[in-house]
């Protein structure tokens, strides 16, 4: 089981590009990388994947280093509405039948954005 | 529906009594999970479970807690006797595992806000 590490919070002003860093050490061959946006009072919402390099869609990028032992989401030009707690989740998406995968979330990264 | 649903949004229970909270995954979502958040903090994982396998009980916390999943729908979590420090959002997520190489993406609803008195 693949723990991770985030900072607890972040402050940004509007505008900016944040950068919240997750650590994972033991990362396992199979695990891929997402990232999970939650505001409150609300369940998580899917953000992106990663399994290595460098993934972009709409709202973020993801970067991963060669060894994948961390993992760093991309936000450009924040905006008061993206703060939110953005987690990190570290696990295999290949699961197979009959075997299930305990997940853990950790605490999160509070992100506050300025204006 | 469109998306996970959770029912009941709120509940307010007294202490010692038992309480069930119900889940409505995606249609043909295989996989389903139950989490806890504790007031700011991460969440929480309990159970889940995968088509027909046996469920991942390994995250119930004790044996006051039990779930149970009707085919690949509807999914209702029971805490018996409740206890003050069960107050909590329950979490549910589904998600789709059409394959092995596949994006396990977990789509959450909106969460059961348990208060114990």
């Known amino acids: 089981l693949a723990k991770t590490t985030q900072p607890i919070s972040m402050d940004s002003y509007e505008g900016q590009e944040v950068n919240i860093t997750c650590s994972h050490n033991n990362i396992a061959t199979n695990d891929y990388i997402t990232w999970y946006q939650q505001f409150p009072s609300q369940g998580p919402r899917f953000i992106i994947q990663?399994?290595?390099t460098k993934v972009t869609n709409e709202v973020a990028s993801l970067f991963i280093p060669a060894d994948r032992k961390s993992s760093t989401l991309s936000l450009p030009r924040v905006s008061l509405s993206d703060t939110a707690v953005y987690y990190c989740?570290?696990?295999?998406?290949?699961?197979?039948?009959?075997?299930?995968?305990?997940?853990?979330f950790g605490s999160g990264t509070q992100l506050t954005v300025l204006p | 529906g469109a998306g996970v649903s959770q029912s009941p949004s709120n509940k307010v229970t007294e202490k010692g009594k038992d309480v069930e909270l119900r889940c409505d995954p995606i249609s043909g979502h295989t996989a389903l999970y139950w989490y806890r958040q504790r007031l700011g903090q991460g969440l929480e994982f309990l159970i889940y479970?995968?088509?027909?396998?046996?469920?991942?009980k390994s995250g119930l916390p004790s044996d006051r807690f039990s779930a149970e999943r009707t085919g690949e729908s509807v999914s209702t979590l029971t805490i018996q006797r409740t206890q003050q420090e069960d107050s909590a959002v329950y979490l549910c997520?589904?998600?789709?595992?059409?394959?092995?190489?596949?994006?396990?993406?977990?789509?959450f609803g909106a969460g059961t806000r348990l208060s114990v008195l």
């Open positions: 479970f995968q088509g027909n396998s046996a469920p991942d």
């Open positions: 990663g399994y290595k």
């Open positions: 997520a589904s998600s789709a595992v059409p394959g092995s190489l596949a994006k396990n993406i977990q789509y």
């Open positions: 989740l570290v696990g295999d998406t290949a699961v197979s039948s009959g075997s299930a995968r305990q997940l853990t």
